[in-house]
């Protein structure tokens, strides 16, 4: 069975300071990883994804994650953070074998809180 | 290119009375998801169709919980009769390939 986890339900940082957002999966074939964004009353919005091309993904709004298989991990990353980051972050993973076709779906972690001090 | 659509955005019940959420997907996309989000949680998959057939249902309170996507476009859900613990944002989405699903704003339940 596929599974998130996210580390930290709550990260704080201020303006302009790095944003790391820890995510680790469990996977028994080569996932598919996802990152979605949450704003305060909306649904969420895909952020960025990896699908077994280059290990190094960039998203919009300037942030980045990088897939590590020795460490199970796909952490989330911006070099500045910005008032407008202030969200709920969550990561997802499907597997390899289900991408596309009608067996496809997302599993996601239990999301973590951005708050970005001025 | 319209989004997902889904509605009502908010809705106030009292348990064991019923409540039905609708969604209209992108154009185009053949499948359908219902996510069911409990504050401070992730969302968790409900049901999925692939055009007008169930593809998972596993995780769907069926005693209480029923959805449909007749001719294979916009989707109900319905639940009846609720419980407290069904006060959640029941977020639709939708896709067309590899993981990129669509997602609605969703519709807040609050069961009281």
């Known amino acids: 069975a596929q599974s998130v986890t996210q580390l930290g339900s709550h990260v704080s940082v201020s303006e302009g300071a790095l944003v790391l957002l820890r995510c680790n999966y469990s996977s028994s074939v080569p996932p598919y990883l996802f990152w979605y964004v949450q704003y305060p009353n909306q649904g969420l919005q895909l952020l960025l994804k990896?699908?077994?091309?280059?290990?190094l993904v960039k998203g919009i709004n300037g942030f980045e994650a990088e897939f590590k298989k020795s460490e199970t991990s796909f952490h989330l990353t911006k070099p500045s953070a910005h008032m407008s980051d202030a969200a709920e972050y969550f990561c997802a993973v499907t597997l390899e074998g289900n991408s596309g076709g009608s067996n496809y779906k997302l599993t996601f972690g239990k999301g973590t809180l951005l708050t970005v001090n001025p | 290119e319209a989004g997902v659509a889904q509605s009502p955005r908010y809705k106030i019940i009292e348990k064991r009375q019923s409540v039905a959420f609708w969604c209209n997907p992108i154009s185009g996309h053949a499948t359908l998801y219902w996510y069911q989000q409990i504050l401070g949680q992730g969302p968790k998959l409900l049901i999925q169709f692939q055009n007008n057939g169930v593809v998972d249902d596993s995780q769907l309170p069926k005693d209480r919980f029923s959805a449909e996507r007749l001719k294979g476009v916009d989707s109900t859900l319905k639940i009846q009769p609720a419980k407290l613990e069904d006060s959640a944002v029941y977020l639709c989405?939708?896709?067309?390939?590899?993981?990129?699903?669509?997602f609605g704003e969703g519709s807040r339940l609050t069961v009281l």
């Open positions: 989405a939708s896709s067309f390939w590899h993981g990129e699903l669509f």
């Open positions: 990896y699908t077994s091309a280059a290990t």
